[in-house]
């Protein structure tokens, strides 16, 4: 297993900006790849980002690209998410996750960090 915290949330302006950060440790060698995921308020998850733990690939959801950049120091066991041009509908608690090796879906996550945008 691979355990995951979070850091880097906090209250910002919209136009503003964050940089989430994940500590990965455990069973990291067992990690395809790492990913980022939003839940506001009364909503579902949303996918936000997701890298390749080789760095070489990553995906966004149409609603942050542009906006997000994920980035990753696997040598250091660390995943980023840079949020520039943050909106009020950006407000959430981000997840960070990993899904492992074999696996299609994320299997194990972080307990979360609060970002809230004021407009």
């Known amino acids: 297993q691979v355990q995951l915290v979070e850091s880097g949330g906090g209250l910002v302006q919209a136009g503003g900006s964050l940089r989430l950060s994940c500590a990965a440790s455990g069973r990291t060698f067992s990690s395809a790849a790492m990913g980022w995921i939003r839940q506001a308020p009364g909503k579902e998850r949303e996918f936000v980002a997701t890298?390749?733990?080789?760095?070489?690939?990553?995906y966004y959801a149409d609603s942050v690209k542009g906006r997000f950049t994920i980035s990753g120091n696997n040598a250091k066991n660390m995943v980023y998410l840079q949020m520039n041009s943050l909106k009020p509908e950006d407000t959430a608690i981000y997840y960070c996750?990993?899904?492992?090796?074999?696996?299609?879906?994320?299997?194990?996550w972080g307990q979360g960090t609060q970002v809230t945008v004021s407009s």
């Open positions: 890298i390749t733990w080789s760095g070489d690939s990553t």
């Open positions: 996750a990993v899904r492992y090796k074999g696996k299609a879906n994320f299997g194990s």
